[in-house]
Antibody, heavy 126, light 107 residues
């Protein structure tokens, strides 16, 4: 079964840091681009970041202003999101989601997000 | 960045109704438009990708159309399990923006 599972969420004070993890199983993780998507309470979905299979290409939402860093460890089938300088407006459920397939030379970045984790809640509050 | 809008923001419908949701992009995105369904407390699920291709396992009562800037999601014969929020997303260019969502509830 193809699965993604997030962890690492919790309560953090403004200005603090958190590192989210996403464990993948049931598919060849190293052959897919991966994304983080968040959803603030009662709000819509907001795409956060993308990383290609080889980590050579990364994209971020403009609103993050350099505070978040996406990374991956293909040997561990894991995706990460390092979140620094946290703000109240970062409070959300964070989902990891599978993107498009990557070959040895390129990734199809225009794919839908076909596999999602269950999400992990991040609350930023004093 | 490409902005996505949806209409309506919410609608009430009955089982068996035909429901249409529209999505508009602020610039042409060719056919790189995806539709997701989300139920409360659950992760989104892709229904339609590339504007009109049904994701495997999704019932055929769901259909999508459009290209360029204007897209529609149609549910032909609403079922009780279809009451949810539907969001469009462009995957043409990063940032891969989502629409604000359309909540479909029971009339």
């Amino acid at each position: 079964e193809v699965l993604l599972g997030e962890s690492g969420g919790g309560l953090e004070q403004p200005g603090g840091s958190l590192r989210l993890s996403c464990a993948a199983s049931g598919f060849s993780f190293s052959n897919y681009g991966m994304n983080w998507v968040r959803q603030a309470p009662g709000k819509g979905l907001e795409w956060v970041s993308y990383i290609s299979s080889s980590s050579s290409t990364v994209y971020y939402a403009d609103s993050l202003k350099g505070r978040f860093t996406i990374s991956r460890d293909n040997a561990k089938n894991s995706l990460y999101l390092q979140m620094n300088s946290l703000r109240a407006e970062d409070t959300a459920v964070y989902y990891c989601a599978r993107g498009g397939h990557c070959s040895s030379t390129s990734c199809f970045i225009r794919a839908a997000f076909d596999i999602w984790g269950q999400g992990t809640m991040v609350t930023v509050s004093s | 960045d490409i902005q996505m809008t949806q209409s309506p923001s919410s609608l009430s419908a009955s089982v068996g109704d035909r429901v249409t949701i529209t999505c508009r992009a602020s610039q042409s995105i060719s056919s790189y438009l995806n539709w997701y369904q989300q139920k409360p407390g659950k992760a989104p699920k892709v229904l339609i990708y590339a504007a009109s291709t049904l994701q495997s396992g999704v019932p055929s009562r769901f259909s999508g159309s459009g290209s360029g800037t204007d897209f529609t999601l149609t549910i032909s014969g609403l079922q009780p399990e279809d009451f949810a929020t539907y969001s469009c997303q462009q995957s043409y260019n990063a940032p891969f923006t989502f629409g604000p969502g359309t909540k479909v509830d029971i009339k």
